[in-house]
């Protein structure tokens, strides 16, 4: 399951303002990854990998309140928080590797 599933079960519920947040994290953290690509600039490529890492960790705390709001479950929520810090350990990785 990924966080736009997610949104779409919360549209189901009427969970607007989650839906929104959980689509804008989803795609916010990936248009910076893609944006970062896109300049030649060492600076500007980190400043923008800090924004996708940061949006890891914004995933994650929306992920905890649908949990502990039973909208998704426990093992949802591990399965989740894992392949994000997985994610988020992969742009700090190349974010290091930038020179």
Not at 26 to 54: C, D, H, K
Request: with cysteine; aromatic share 6%.
């Amino acid at each position: 399951m990924k966080i736009i599933d997610i949104a779409d079960k919360m549209k189901e519920l009427k969970l607007y303002r989650f839906i929104d947040q959980a689509r804008g994290v989803g795609m916010s953290m990936s248009n910076n990854i893609a944006e970062s690509t896109g300049t030649n600039q060492v600076g500007e490529q980190r400043q923008l990998l800090r924004y996708a890492r940061r949006e890891c960790f914004e995933a994650v705390n929306i992920l905890i309140i649908l949990q502990l709001s039973k909208i998704i479950t426990e093992e949802e929520l591990d399965l989740l928080k894992a392949k994000i810090e997985t994610s988020s350990q992969k742009i700090n990785n190349y974010s290091n590797s930038l020179k």
